[in-house]
């Protein structure tokens, strides 16, 4: 029996097979091992470049922010980073935490990094994809629900303009990168949830998680909302009646915890001085200057995105879901009625949410908003973006069994083809970076040699080579102009302060300054 024919629409000659399928002598071709070998194989490129970036991150070494984290939570502690954060710095007490949760571990902490939080990633949406499939009650080959999370996973994390920042700084990895994947996690109690219990568990999950996002990331509580009410303005059509008062319950806890969360957030000493700092107060937010250069920076962060031809893996992906699922019974879904619906739904959310993203990020950052260096700041709404890109092609492959089944097969050879050629480009970007990575590092640690030996032997002022990667900032910066970190960098090394090397090593040879 063809895999785009239905089961209840099998000719007369063919309900003998159609018998011994459903009795297990036969397995229509989704089901067949040829079939979940194949599916499983093209999960292994994806896998195979979290595999090869998680291992490149034993040369990370800190740089930027780090050099104030690190000694602040060596002398006080993560309490004394959460205390900083809420009285000084931006309120972001959970972020606080995750980010003294690595720098407790100083250097070796931001070289772990990346291969704990890529485990992570990988792990909530792999489960999340099993857990959706099985609650929609879709059968499907063995090895597509990896091959969803790896293809989302590798696309999310290195198909972006600067992956050190997104995957490999620790600092931007917990602000804008992992949040949006631990809202991901909070789905897992809702697609478990079943009896009256586990539907309460779920909704205090979700009440718990959000307010915990709202002060972990801005960014990711604001595309959290928008979410919760686009699922709650569809709801009514989309969501069957008996588990629709439960789906609302769940939102409302969802939104109630950002609220609770946000207010935590805005109202602390920190918060205030970080708007004070960056004239980010409500009418500077909605001014009308404001509004437009934010409209303008976000339609180019659009079209930067969308042009990233990367990220029609995701649509691959999803093409092969629609084209390989199966019912519970074996019989082959149709398009969802509400399709439209949904992906309208889709598109207005994340429309809606990256633009107040860049809203609120407008004031700290300026026109470089939209710059390939401060991609970090799209993260919060890109997974989002990769997500709904898997639901696109989906609905696209469902639409091609029921209206055009001879297409099937080409279509199936063309987006395995796409799932490894997606690959190739942050294959070669990684090889880059990793040689980048590893020359630094070597630098670093002589530095680093140099000065605490230097510390330990009573020097109090010693000179600092300034040691750039991906446009991370550094000390002695805009041609030397800006000390910034520099402070932190003596702190680390318990000195009175470092002075700018390369100027000190031209002046010794004889040439200008830098």
């Known amino acids: 029996m063809p895999d785009d024919v239905p089961v209840t629409a099998a000719p007369a000659d063919q309900r003998c097979a159609t018998v011994t399928y459903r009795t297990g002598r036969e397995r229509p071709p989704s089901d067949r091992p040829w079939t979940a070998l194949w599916v499983s194989a093209l999960a292994l490129p994806p896998l195979a470049l979290l595999a090869a970036a998680s291992w490149a991150g034993r040369w990370v070494r800190p740089g930027a922010d780090d050099w104030c984290f690190l000694p602040l939570v060596r002398d006080e502690g993560v309490g004394g980073l959460v205390g900083t954060f809420y009285l000084d710095d931006n309120g972001r007490i959970g972020n606080a935490l995750l980010v003294g949760a690595y720098a407790t571990f100083q250097v070796a902490g931001h070289q772990w990094f990346p291969l704990v939080s890529g485990v992570l990633v990988i792990a909530v949406l792999w489960a999340v994809a099993v857990l959706a499939l099985r609650r929609s009650r879709l059968r499907t080959p063995r090895g597509l629900p990896l091959l969803l999370a790896a293809m989302t996973t590798a696309l999310f994390l290195f198909a972006t303009p600067n992956t050190y920042k997104t995957f490999y700084w620790p600092a931007a990895a917990v602000s804008h990168t992992l949040p949006p994947v631990l809202a991901c996690a909070a789905l897992i109690p809702l697609l478990l949830a079943r009896s009256a219990t586990g539907r309460a568990f779920a909704a205090a999950v979700a009440l718990l998680a959000a307010a915990f996002l709202a002060t972990l990331s801005e960014e990711t509580a604001i595309v959290v909302v928008t979410v919760l009410l686009a699922t709650l303005s569809v709801s009514g059509r989309v969501v069957a009646t008996a588990h629709r008062g439960f789906v609302r319950l769940w939102c409302a806890a969802g939104i109630a915890g950002t609220a609770a969360g946000a207010l935590v957030l805005l109202t602390s000493p920190g918060s205030r001085n970080r708007r004070e700092r960056f004239g980010a107060e409500t009418a500077s937010l909605l001014a009308s200057d404001s509004l437009a250069a934010s409209l303008r920076a976000f339609a180019e962060i659009t079209v930067g995105v969308v042009t990233t031809w990367q990220y029609a893996g995701a649509v691959a992906a999803g ?161 030397g102009r800006h000390y910034w970190p520099g402070g932190c960098v003596a702190d680390f090394y318990r000195i009175d302060r470092v002075t700018d090397g390369r100027a000190e090593l031209s002046r010794r040879h004889g040439g200008p300054g830098p």
């Not at 989906?394 to 055009?404: I, V």
């Not at 997606?422 to 040689?435: F, R, S």
């Open 319 to 479: 093409v092969l879901l629609g084209l390989l699922c199966r019912r519970a019974d074996g019989t082959v879904p149709g398009p969802p009625a509400h399709g439209p619906l949904l992906a309208t739904a889709g598109a207005l959310e994340l429309l809606v949410s990256g633009y107040l993203c860049t809203v609120i990020a407008y004031p700290v950052f300026g026109a470089r908003v939209s710059d390939a260096s401060a991609n970090r700041l799209w993260n919060d709404y890109l997974l989002l973006y990769v997500i709904l890109l898997v639901g696109a092609g989906t609905l696209l492959g469902l639409a091609l069994r029921r209206y055009a089944p001879r297409a099937a097969t080409p279509a199936k050879a063309v987006c395995a083809a796409l799932c490894v050629l997606v690959c190739v480009g942050p294959a070669i970007a990684l090889d880059h970076l990793d040689t980048a990575l590893r020359d630094r590092a070597g630098k670093w640690d002589a530095q680093d040699r140099r000065l605490r030996e230097g510390a330990a032997d009573g020097e109090r002022v010693l000179p600092y080579e300034r040691l750039v990667i991906s446009r991370m900032l550094e000390p002695f910066s805009g041609g």
